[in-house]
T-cell receptor, first 113, second 114 residues
Framework: DAKTTQPTSMDCAEGRAANLPCNHS???????VYWYRQIHSQGPQYIIHGLKNNETNEMASLIITEDRKSSTLILPHATLRDTAVYYCIVRVYSGGGADGLTFGKGTHLIIQP | DTGVSQNPRHKITKRGQNVTFRCDPISEHNRLYWYRQTLGQGPEFLTYFQNEAQLEKSRLLSDRFSAERPKGSFSTLEIQRTEQGDSAMYLCASQPPGTNYGYTFGSGTRLTVV
């Protein structure tokens, strides 16, 4: 799986959009971009994933650049409960599911009141 | 179904003792994963089951670690002769068959070896 680079930490004001960048310059054509987050003392929570096109769900939007070398996770209206470590992961969908996800250290997002 | 359930939530054990953790995945999920997370680090993959078959094991899974999923439902992770370096959060995740959807993680079991 390709390696990802994320900032160690970020701050965002409550109610504003939080934009979390991820660099994955060595991504290959069949690798998806996944985002998870982990709130303190809980297990990771799946947020969203995509291959080429931008994706949106009830939690967030995922913007993938045209060359797929970077992406941005957008939390449109951040709340204090969005304070967490956010992990960007790229992986091949192997169909059989045998590949474990490779988590880095992620970005610690702190939402300020 | 309330998601992935892990028991116990916390376990304190003396060095050298054996411990066993249990994971109950979401009922229709045939894929089950175990991860370990130490303080300040992201989760690290340990092993993967598809139904009852253990299909992949990380090199992190030493001989003291064993995992089972006897009927393709719940899974257990046993650590024999625990060491202080085994202190970590042990996370279980499950995933539905034939999909690239994200995993659903449990809340984990926090192991402290004293």
């Amino acid at each position: 799986d390709a390696k990802t680079t994320q900032p160690t930490s970020m701050d965002c004001a409550e109610g504003r959009a939080a934009n979390l960048p991820c660099n994955h310059s060595t991504i290959s054509g069949n690798e998806y971009v996944y985002w998870y987050r982990q709130i303190h003392s809980q297990g990771p929570q799946y947020i969203i994933h995509g291959l080429k096109n931008n994706e949106t769900n009830e939690m967030a939007s995922l913007i993938i650049t045209e060359d797929r070398k970077s992406s941005t996770l957008i939390l449109p209206h951040a709340t204090l409960r969005d304070t967490a470590v956010y992990y960007c992961i790229v992986r091949v969908y192997s169909g059989g599911g045998a590949d474990g996800l490779t988590f880095g250290k992620g970005t610690h997002l702190i939402i300020q009141p | 179904d309330t998601g992935v359930s892990q028991n116990p939530r916390h376990k304190i054990t003396k060095r050298g003792q054996n411990v066993t953790f249990r994971c109950d995945p979401i009922s229709e999920h045939n894929r089950l994963y175990w991860y370990r997370q130490t303080l300040g680090q992201g989760p690290e993959f340990l092993t993967y089951f598809q139904n009852e078959a253990q299909l992949e094991k990380s090199r992190l899974l030493s001989d003291r670690f064993s995992a089972e999923r006897p009927k393709g439902s719940f899974s257990t992770l046993e650590i024999q002769r625990t060491e202080q370096g085994d202190s970590a959060m042990y996370l279980c995740a499950s995933q539905p068959p034939g999909t690239n959807y994200g995993y659903t993680f449990g809340s984990g079991t926090r192991l402290t070896v004293v």
